[in-house]
């Protein structure tokens, strides 16, 4: 059977996150399909989905224009797996202090976007992740932190006493960038390890 995994491609990183779902598909002895996700009507025939970082303004206002908004939440309310990385979990969030975001409502956090100061604008660390034996080499970028994670969300990883890895339900989000190394755990974790 052949992985349908959808990434939302309206703005920002797609072609790193589509090779990260094909070695973690593959690792699992599954073809992948990758969608490019910029119009109505494709998340529906998708597995998986994807919603990679950028801007998180942008990237909310092209998915409330193109109809695709609800056509994510669909995709979650019927349990099917999603990654929302970086600019993607400020838009699944509930609450991104920032009016110019319209927010999916998936997650329910607060996020702060760009909370990290400017020395640490861009950095890696290696990230202890519930789910993963070794430590994940974890690059941020402009990152948000999680500032609360409500009873429904389970955290998966902190950095300096934040949430930076969360899961609710079939949603998992992280403020870091997982596709930016050759490491595809997390999106392995997303996509394969569900608690469905
Ligand atoms: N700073 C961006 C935002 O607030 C997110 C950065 C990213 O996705 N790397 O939308």
């Known amino acids: 059977m052949t992985l349908q995994a959808g990434v939302v491609a309206v703005q920002g990183d797609v072609s790193e996150h589509a090779a990260a779902i094909e070695r973690a598909a593959s690792a699992h002895g599954q073809d ?9 009507g494709l998340v529906p025939q998708c597995d998986v989905l994807l919603v990679p970082g950028g801007e998180s303004t942008t990237i909310s206002r092209l998915l409330q224009r193109e109809g695709i908004a609800e056509e994510i939440v669909a995709h979650v309310e019927a349990g099917k797996p999603m990654l ?7 838009v ?12 999916l409502n998936l997650l329910d956090v607060t996020v ?5 100061g400017r020395q640490k604008d861009s950095f890696e660390t290696a990230l202890d992740i519930d789910g993963l034996d070794e430590p994940f080499p974890a690059v941020f970028i402009r990152a948000p932190v999680i500032d609360e994670a409500f009873e429904d969300v389970e955290v998966l990883a902190e950095f300096d ?19 930016l190394t ?13 608690t469905e």
């Open 161 to 179: 006493g934040n949430p930076v890895a969360v899961r609710q339900g079939p949603v998992v989000g992280t403020s870091f960038h997982p596709e």
């Open 112 to 116: 702060e976007r760009n909370a990290f």
């Open 92 to 103: 699944s969030a509930t609450d991104a202090q920032d009016d110019r975001v319209e927010t």
């Open 84 to 90: 929302a990385t970086c600019a993607g979990l400020i």
């Open 32 to 40: 992948s399909k990758i969608v490019e996700i910029r119009e109505a």
């Open 182 to 194: 050759p490491d595809s755990r997390l999106h392995d974790l997303a996509f394969f390890e569900t």
